[in-house]
């Protein structure tokens, strides 16, 4: 790509930002950038159309918020490998698109009716004052409304260890602040949370991955890292991992305590769906066996009750309290109070377990129905990762296909998935991608399968391979 197709010929008709955002919109639907390409470096850019470099910024967020981009910490900015021919507005509103990307629950299972009635309570209790900050650390009757809830999954805490959070994707990041300088060493599971690996880098750490095993993250590895390197931290998600769907062992899960403890470092627990246990022999949270207070915990409800709430609960070890609140309101003062009377009102006013049960319900049916038919269809030509439970699936193509060719082609089909190179420390092509099931409807999800299986030669023809019919050919 030459430099000069990045020049603009400005009128006075619409923002410079605007005029940016669409040449570079138009060079990507015309073939010009293709996926992974890279854009040039802000401050180049900026001087090269002799603009001011918030110009720049302003045109990358909105080609990346549209899906044509996404930013890579401490890389750049690259065109997004669904970009071609579709943006993201494109896919969101053409229900044409098998949406097996999106972690986000169908809203049937929303408590649409009772959440209204929590939060008109909210507003006629509390009237103005609901509109104020809180202490900053949430308030008190939802942190006790939050203590007995976590008694249910053997977590006994106080209200002073915790803290009320805009989301786990926001805990993550006050963790790191609290806890992570430059240079610092944290360990992560491989593969992880794509987000977890943004904010972990953001703070200059070194990341060492840990590979994945059947039964949870791989102990030997894991005790060979830590003889020759002590980590602040390690990040682990034990129960329904995203992206795999793998659940730790409880022999694991009590090993990861003990070595914790014996070399000196916190545990960061990422906790979206224990709630649930499906199949599982052991959905137990790590903070469950947590003997020596060394697990950090973060609780979402963004797969339970409703992700636009932007809400969570963080259990946090007395020592590291002052700093994480400090954290936290330097990234956002306070999670919105008007969210948090509304969801104590909700959780105590109204059959929160009845709501918990229908939604377990709901996910284990839809996680038997599609882990068989997704096996059935699928099993014989690529390594479905064996999972006990949670809403994604992770996947192997044959070795020598990359997944971000994988999605592209399937893309074309309006089978809308995950590469697997996001979930990876490195940005390297993998042959791993990702079926997530939360947001379709089970129908939906068995046609984009067949849809899938149906056109996999296809796609080994195209990339000029020879077709491997299983990947026992590949052991």
Request: with cysteine; aromatic share 12%.
């Amino acid at each position: 790509m030459e430099f000069d197709d990045y020049k603009v010929r400005f009128s006075g008709k619409e923002c410079k930002y605007i005029q940016v955002y669409n040449n570079i919109k138009s060079m990507i639907l015309e073939g010009k950038l293709n996926s992974n390409d890279k854009l040039p470096p802000i401050r180049k850019l900026a001087s090269f159309l002799d603009v001011n470099n918030v110009t720049v910024v302003k045109a990358y967020e909105l080609l990346e918020s549209d899906g044509y981009v996404n930013k890579r910490v401490g890389s750049g900015t690259f065109i997004s490998s669904k970009s071609n021919g579709y943006s993201k507005r494109d896919i969101d509103e053409d229900d044409q698109f098998y949406r097996l990307d999106s972690g986000n629950p169908s809203p049937e299972i929303f408590p649409i009716t009772d959440f209204k009635k929590a939060i008109n309570m909210a507003l006629e209790e509390d009237d103005a004052s609901i509109f104020n900050y809180d202490e900053g650390n949430g308030i008190t009757e939802l942190k006790e409304v939050m203590v007995r809830y976590l008694k249910n999954f053997d977590i006994n805490t106080t209200s002073d260890n915790l803290m009320v959070i805009s989301g786990a994707q926001q805990g993550i990041d006050i963790v790191a602040k609290t806890l992570i300088n430059y240079s610092d060493i944290v360990f992560i599971e491989e593969p992880t949370y794509a987000g977890a690996i943004d904010v972990l880098k953001s703070r200059g750490s070194k990341l060492v991955p840990i590979p994945m095993l059947e039964d949870g993250i791989d102990i030997g590895v894991l005790k060979m890292k830590l003889d020759k390197i002590r980590p602040k931290m390690i990040y682990v998600m034990p129960n329904f991992q995203n992206p795999t769907g793998i659940t730790y062992s409880e022999s694991k899960k009590k090993k990861l305590i003990e070595l914790a403890e014996e070399y000196e470092f916190y545990i960061l627990e990422d906790d979206f769906i224990s709630d649930f246990k499906f199949l599982a022999t052991n959905n137990k949270t790590l903070k469950s066996y947590d003997k020596y207070n060394r697990v950090i915990y973060i609780k979402s409800f963004s797969k339970i009750l409703m992700p636009g709430l932007r809400v969570g609960v963080m259990d946090i070890p007395t020592e590291l309290m002052n700093r994480a609140m400090l954290s936290k309101y330097n990234s956002d003062i306070s999670t919105s109070t008007l969210i948090q009377k509304s969801l104590y009102y909700y959780m105590d006013k109204f059959d929160w377990k009845k709501h918990i049960s229908v939604v377990e319900k709901i996910y284990t049916k839809k996680f038997i129905e599609c882990y068989s038919y997704i096996n059935k269809r699928l099993g014989q030509r690529l390594k479905v990762i064996k999972t006990d439970g949670g809403i994604n699936f992770f996947i192997e193509l044959s070795r020598g296909y990359f997944s971000r060719d994988f999605v592209d082609f399937m893309l074309e089909k309006r089978v809308v998935l995950q590469p697997g190179s996001i979930y990876f420390d490195n940005e390297i092509d993998d042959r791993f991608f990702r079926i997530n099931i939360a947001r379709e409807s089970v129908e939906r999800i068995k046609d984009a399968v067949d849809i899938i299986a149906d056109n996999l030669d296809d796609f080994y023809r195209k990339f000029n391979k020879i077709p491997i019919k299983s990947n026992s050919d590949l052991q």
